[in-house]
């Protein structure tokens, strides 16, 4: 079945305990990214990345990292939470980036961190 | 600056049809995604228009206007499992979609 799996679903920390969310998806997709969602704001672009190797800066990086040494894989770190990282979390991929191919996104279950 | 709005929230009957507007002011644009939300749950890809026009998949039409900004997602024969939310966002090239903050749609009996 196609799918991106996302783990943990929830997750409660203390600040400053590093964390990793993990991200597989097994469609060979191209691009993949990471979303928070907050009420009232709807889903906000953390980083995302083009292919294997090649990452960048979303809409609201600050205080995440991000790696892609596979294609399948795409683990969003924090290195030192804070609660205003509180947030319901989506990993997304698409087949491809470029204009005029399919780009529809196809998200994991999310993630919900609480960081207290 | 970019800038996607939508109404907050919509309520319908069972068996309607129910409109869901959505302006947008981008830096670039691509094409323009729907997509549908269960409370609690992922987001599912329900249309993308690039070219002017309405496009029909079974009871849910997409409607694009590029010089005017401004999309809609119709949704016929209303039914309860149609309660959700329903994002609106912009691929605006350069490897970025950008979302409204989405529409909640009560369908009541």
């Known amino acids: 079945e196609a799918q991106v799996t996302q783990n943990p679903r929830y997750l409660i920390t203390v600040t400053g305990k590093k964390l990793t969310v993990t991200c597989s998806q097994n469609?060979?997709?191209?691009?993949m990214s990471w979303y928070r969602q907050d009420p009232g704001l709807g889903l906000r672009q953390i980083y995302y990345?083009?292919?294997?190797?090649?990452?960048d800066k979303g809409d609201v990086p600050e205080g995440y990292k991000v790696s892609r040494k596979e294609k399948r894989n795409f683990p969003l770190i924090l290195e030192s939470p804070s609660p205003n990282q509180t947030s319901l979390y989506f990993c997304a991929s698409s087949l491809s980036w470029r204009t005029g191919t399919n780009t529809e996104a196809f998200f994991g279950q999310g993630t919900r961190l609480t960081v207290v | 600056g970019q800038n996607i709005d939508q109404p907050t929230e919509m309520t319908a009957t069972e068996g309607a049809i129910v409109q869901i507007n959505c302006t947008y002011q981008t830096s670039g644009f691509n094409g323009l995604f729907w997509y549908q939300q269960h409370a609690g749950e992922a987001p599912t890809f329900l249309s993308y228009?690039?070219?002017?026009g309405l496009e029909e998949k079974g009871r849910f039409s997409s409607f694009l206007s590029r010089s005017k900004g401004y999309s809609y997602l119709l949704l016929k024969e209303l039914q309860m499992k149609d309660s959700a939310s329903y994002l609106c966002a912009v691929d605006t090239g350069g490897f970025k979609t950008i979302f409204g903050a989405g529409t909640r749609l009560f369908v009541k009996a």
């Open positions: 228009n690039v070219l002017d």
């Open positions: 990345s083009m292919n294997v190797e090649v990452t």
């Open positions: 469609m060979n997709h191209e691009y």
